[in-house]
């Protein structure tokens, strides 16, 4: 099984910008979508974004819509998250994870069988 590890997060100020990576080793990652999910204190784990295996497709939480961008490199084994415009509801773990299937762009936690350690993005209001 993939193992995944996020890295870039941080404390930013409003309208900020910050640049997540999703490092990926041990198992497949080319052949899977691959999603950015967070978790804000006292909230269940939301998804942000999803890139299928080739990455010509995406997929966007409407809350992140026109902010965020989400890629990966196969050669490189990495996806990112270039987030813009930061702001206070963007506070929480960011978690990276690879799907179930090969097809298709879930949004459910459960279409997602490897997860990454989380790292901290902290937006100033």
């Known amino acids: 099984q993939v193992q995944l590890v996020e890295s870039g997060g941080g404390l930013v100020q409003a309208g900020g910008s910050l640049r997540l990576s999703c490092a990926a080793s041990?198992?497949?990652?080319?052949?899977?979508?691959m999603a950015w999910f967070r978790q804000a204190p006292g909230k269940e784990r939301e998804f942000v974004a999803a890139?299928?295996?080739?990455?010509?497709?995406?997929n966007y939480a409407d809350s992140v819509k026109g902010r965020f961008t989400i890629s990966r490199d196969n050669a490189k084994n990495t996806m990112y998250l270039q987030m813009n415009s930061l702001n206070g509801e963007d506070t929480a773990v960011y978690y990276c994870?690879?799907?179930?299937?090969?097809?298709?762009?879930?949004?459910?936690?459960?279409?997602?069988?490897?997860w990454g350690q989380g790292t901290q993005v902290t937006g100033a209001s």
């Open positions: 994870a690879t799907a179930r299937t090969r097809w298709g762009l879930p949004r459910g936690r459960d279409e997602y069988v490897s």
């Open positions: 041990g198992g497949t990652f080319s052949n899977r979508p």
């Open positions: 890139i299928s295996w080739s990455g010509s497709t995406t």
